[in-house]
């Protein structure tokens, strides 16, 4: 077993699991992280893949277990780099297909879809067959994945819960995994972990929420109703739209990623429309209050999501007014509680109700949402019945996984031994019934900006660096030859002083700058990256001195000489990585600066699901 990622992480995402064999590997899901405001520009983090581009000639197959973004965020730009046969159910694989088309390659994969109430298997190398198994959660067609190998059963339970009584009518087939498990036997269970921390189980399901719907446009028969919800949330569109439907309301999507995932369900025959119930955004709001509901984006405060273009007044065809009641069918997700209360308190001074899942002792109106990911009485019955010699936490923090270890040594009684806590990275070997860890592959991750591009490392500290201390650029315009400045020091500030209330530090540094101007230059022939080094790291001491701050420094030297051309060397990067703005060189010439078209960017990912920020940043890990 060889977790590329989603072990240990910061926050719940970027999932892959690789699983070995001779020649014969394949990989369970492809996932991405959003690593949140601690990465100032960041998208979202892909895995770093190094260990399967060396090894891809024996990769056979990638299996998919749901069409949730942190197990299939990361196709479009890995699917390519490790061309093999891909395999899900029906939905995930549409989810897959969606994502594929904003690739930037033309590589189309071969999709085999797969039944999982058939429990179809299929053959992949010499070393492994596949059956994928129904499990609930928070998306429709999600999956584990039961890997059959010459060591013996391996299951991927992907993410789960237990549901009596799901929209789709299709349970979770725990009857198969244990037909499975006392015909065969399980080797080794991974399972994994987001809510394994939370006590008992889950009191209530899909349908106790519609109830609570009905209650809401009981309650409210003459307001615009606005409900909000995570867009992979497919069976909750389902019953909104059958509650609007009995309630003789109509129903308007709104938000980007929404739109594209009810598109992807509808294609797929996943939701079930009640005739004449869907309308367009712009038609709905020539409806009479009574009849409007709409469903949303930015259940988690997303800055630029639906509801927040509402709550500051900014969205294109809604104005919030007294009488409409905005629902949160979400609980916000750990660190978004903030954005959450400012989308809130941004609703209610636009002067709506708001109804949030959780307060129902304020509104008389709940439950309103129900988390995708079983809890820890769940967890204690899942590996019981599957009684499996080995034991592996996946998809959760450190801590997570801790505490879904001790769980299953303390509940399910499998021996300390048998269970492997990992970060991603950390290979599990089994052979001949022993288990083992046996060292560790590369892994690391990738981080995309909004327009899916790469963001190095250094650019992002670059970034973080600016935000905390700002940025001070000095230019020095000196005569060649004689050195002499032929201009004051121009001094531009961003986000470190304002440079008016600073005069007695301008002051310093002017005259500073005179000084080593002419020391340096005086009639000698000059390095100007070693003056400008000196420059920028006696800057910075003096800054320091006399700020406590520790502002990015850029020097920029224009030497000026013969027929008075400048000749600007500012635009030289230098040996810290910095970018400097380009200078006006005059290599243009007078011809006039066409603007090149711009170009088209893909919409930036955005969360779909509950389980992508991190509870708690107790360590860092370097990307
Ligand atoms: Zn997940
Ligand atoms: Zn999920």
Redesign the pocket.
């Known amino acids: 077993m060889i977790p590329i990622g989603g072990l240990g992480e910061m926050g719940?995402g970027k999932?892959m699991m690789a699983i070995e064999y001779d020649n014969d590997i394949i990989v369970i899901d492809m996932?991405f992280l959003f690593p949140g405001s601690d990465y100032p520009g960041i998208n979202y983090i892909v895995p770093d893949i190094t260990y399967l581009l060396e090894n891809k000639h024996k990769i056979r197959g990638i299996i998919f277990t749901h069409g949730?973004l942190?197990?299939i965020g990361a196709v479009r730009h890995l699917l390519h780099q490790l061309p093999a046969p891909v395999y899900g159910s029906k939905f995930t694989l549409a989810m897959v297909q969606k994502n594929m088309q904003e690739a930037t390659t033309e590589y189309a994969p071969d999709y085999h879809v797969m039944d999982p109430e058939a429990h179809e298997q299929v053959f992949l190398g010499d070393n492994f067959s596949i059956e994928l198994v129904r499990v609930n959660h928070s998306i429709p067609d999600a999956t584990a994945v039961v890997v059959r190998t010459p060591e013996g059963v391996v299951v991927d339970t992907g993410?789960w819960r237990f549901e009596d009584n799901p929209v789709d009518g299709v349970k979770f087939d725990l009857d198969r995994l244990t037909e499975i498990a006392t015909k065969e036997g399980i080797t080794l269970l991974m399972n994994?972990s987001?809510n394994c921390e939370s006590d008992g189980t889950h009191t209530h399901g899909e349908f106790d929420i519609q109830q609570s719907m009905g209650q809401v446009m009981e309650k409210y028969p003459n307001s615009r109703l606005i409900i909000s919800a995570c867009s992979s949330q497919i069976h909750r569109m389902q019953i909104i739209l059958d509650e609007a439907k009995k309630h003789g309301r109509k129903v308007a999507f709104a938000g980007y990623s929404m739109i594209q995932n009810v598109e992807v369900a509808l294609r797929t025959g996943t939701i079930t429309v009640p005739k004449d119930v869907i309308v367009k955004m712009e038609d709905i709001i020539k409806l009479p209050d009574s009849k409007v509901t709409i469903i949303c984006t930015g259940s988690q405060g997303e800055f630029s999501a639906v509801l927040n273009r509402m709550a500051n007044g900014s969205h294109k065809y809604i104005k919030i007014k007294n009488s409409d009641q905005i629902v949160f069918s979400s609980n916000p997700i750990p660190g978004n509680e903030k954005y959450v209360t400012r989308t809130v308190d941004g609703l209610m001074r636009e002067g709506s109700g708001v109804i949030q899942n959780g307060k129902t002792h304020l509104t008389g109106i709940g439950p309103l949402h129900l988390s995708g990911h079983g809890y820890y009485d769940d967890h204690v019955k899942l590996i019981n019945a599957l009684n499996p010699t080995f034991y592996m936490p996946i998809?959760g923090e450190f801590h997570m996984l801790v505490h879904n270890a001790e769980l299953a040594e303390k509940e399910a009684g499998i021996p300390r031994d048998n269970i492997f806590v990992c970060d991603s990275g950390d290979v599990v070997e089994i052979s001949q019934g022993q288990a083992r860890k046996a060292g560790r592959v590369p892994v690391g991750g990738v981080m995309y900006d909004d327009s899916g591009e790469i963001v190095s490392e250094v650019v992002l500290k670059d970034r973080i660096h600016m935000s905390n201390e700002g940025i001070f650029v000095v230019v020095l315009t000196v005569q060649k030859g004689s050195g002499r400045l032929l201009t004051s020091p121009d001094i531009i500030s961003r986000g470190f002083i304002y440079l008016r209330d600073s005069e007695e530090l301008m002051g310093i540094i002017r005259q500073y700058l005179k000084q080593k101007v002419a020391r340096t230059f005086n009639g000698r022939k000059v390095d100007l990256d070693v003056a400008k080094k000196e420059i920028k790291d006696e800057l910075t001491h003096v800054l320091y001195d006399q700020t406590r701050r520790t502002p990015i420094v850029i020097p920029v030297i224009n030497e000026i000489g013969g027929g008075g051309k400048p000749q600007n060397n500012g635009d030289r990067g230098n040996a810290q990585g910095e970018q400097q703005n380009r200078g006006q060189g005059n290599q243009g010439g007078n011809r006039p600066f066409k603007r090149p078209a711009p170009k088209s960017f893909p919409a930036p990912a955005v969360p779909d699901?509950e389980?992508i920020e991190p509870k708690v940043r107790s360590y860092t890990r370097g990307y």
């Open positions: 719940i999932n996932g949730h942190d197990h993410d994994e987001t998809h699901s389980a």
